[in-house]
């Protein structure tokens, strides 16, 4: 299993990283069975799995539902955790209680939280300081969709460019050992990812950061969603209707099961 040690050696040797998320036992199998570097149980799964709709909805227990699933179905793989919504707000005690249960309870590896102003800098150095590793994530946080008022391109004025700039700079000393970069302009993404020593970790950041992460339902095609960013590698959903539809009509007209299919079958 790769451990928190060889994703920045991953970067110094020009190797990129390829991260996807993954929410239960069979997707978690399935994403290890491809061999990416590591999964991330990312709250996203209040959108994709969940029916919520955002992440702000998504709570602890959520989280550690499917962390665990997603645990019980890999071996080797190294697990990030999202924190989410208030998990990491209100308290530095409660900051640190969240993470330990994250690592403890859900047996991820690192959590992963949203933001780089100084109380979430306070935030990740007091959960660096319990031995749990801690991602960031920068641009387009999507817990933060009221404040930005819908999910838009961040970093694209000279200001907000330079702030992401300094934030990067700013979750790296405080102990983040990688930077997950969402919904910001290339040549920020490439900036910063010259900049850092951390690894960056992109989706929607362009095509120079130092790995890739995408969310598991949209690379399958199991979304409608179509941002610009977005590959689709199949189109599972029009898959799983067809197969569906095929298997309702088949009972309707007695066409399944077969005898085939039936244990003693009346002679
Ligand atoms: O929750 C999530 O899936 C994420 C990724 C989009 C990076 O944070």
């Not at 990688?178 to 920020?188: D, Y």
């Amino acid at each position: 299993m790769l451990t928190v040690k060889d994703f920045p050696k991953m970067k110094a040797d020009g190797k990129i990283i390829t991260s996807l998320t993954a929410y239960d036992y069979s997707s978690a199998q399935l994403t290890e069975l491809a061999g990416v570097d590591f999964i991330l149980v990312g709250d996203s799964l209040g959108m994709v799995v969940l029916g919520y709709e955002s992440t702000i909805q998504v709570t602890m227990e959520d989280m550690l539902h499917h962390i665990k699933a997603v645990k019980r179905g890999t071996k080797d793989t190294f697990i990030v955790a999202d924190m989410p919504y208030k998990s990491f707000h209100i308290s530095t005690e409660r900051t640190k209680e969240n993470a330990f249960r994250l690592i403890i309870e859900g047996g991820a590896n690192a959590v992963k939280l949203e933001g780089g102003t100084s109380s979430r800098l306070d935030a990740i150095r007091a959960i660096v300081d319990c031995e749990i590793p801690v991602v960031a994530h920068l641009g387009l946080t999507p817990q933060s969709v009221n404040k930005f008022g819908g999910y838009k391109v961040q970093g694209k004025a000279e200001l907000e460019y330079q702030k992401l700039i300094q934030q990067s700079k700013d979750v790296e000393e405080a102990g983040a050992f990688m930077l997950v970069l969402e919904g910001i302009p290339e040549q920020l993404g490439k900036e910063i990812s010259e900049t850092l020593t951390i690894p960056t970790i992109g989706i929607g950041a362009g095509r120079y950061t130092d790995g890739q992460i995408l969310v598991y339902h949209d690379l399958l095609g199991l979304t409608a969603l179509e941002p610009k960013f977005l590959k689709k590698y199949t189109m599972l959903n029009d898959e799983i209707v067809k197969a569906v539809a095929q298997y309702v009509s088949e009972v309707r007209e007695k066409k399944f099961p077969q005898e085939k299919h039936v244990y003693f079958p009346i002679k």
